[in-house]
């Protein structure tokens, strides 16, 4: 089920403002998602257990990889920065 899994997957630019750690959230100001209809704006989101949070890079423009659930929310599981780098 790996496959089905990067099918629902999308690499976003976005800025990561603020992040949760109690409640494993981060919140996340980014533009329009194309492939799913979504204009851009600021909202939270899920942020997958295996993402380390003290590495998400606060306030960067940075690369998200973002997963979608079958419930259409989205869950962050991994980044890129800019540079490169990557989680």
Do not use: W, Y
Not at 17 to 25: F, I, L, Y
């Amino acid at each position: 089920h790996v496959r089905s899994r990067r099918q629902r997957q999308m690499c976003i630019r976005d800025r990561i403002n603020t992040v949760d750690p109690a409640a494993r959230m981060a919140n996340i100001t980014h533009g329009p998602m194309m492939d799913i209809g979504m204009p851009g704006m600021t909202m939270g989101f899920a942020v997958d257990p295996l993402v380390d949070l003290a590495s998400l890079p606060l306030g960067q423009e940075i690369n998200l990889l973002l997963s979608r659930n079958p419930d259409f929310s989205m869950t962050l599981v991994g980044f890129a920065k800019l540079s490169g780098a990557t989680q």
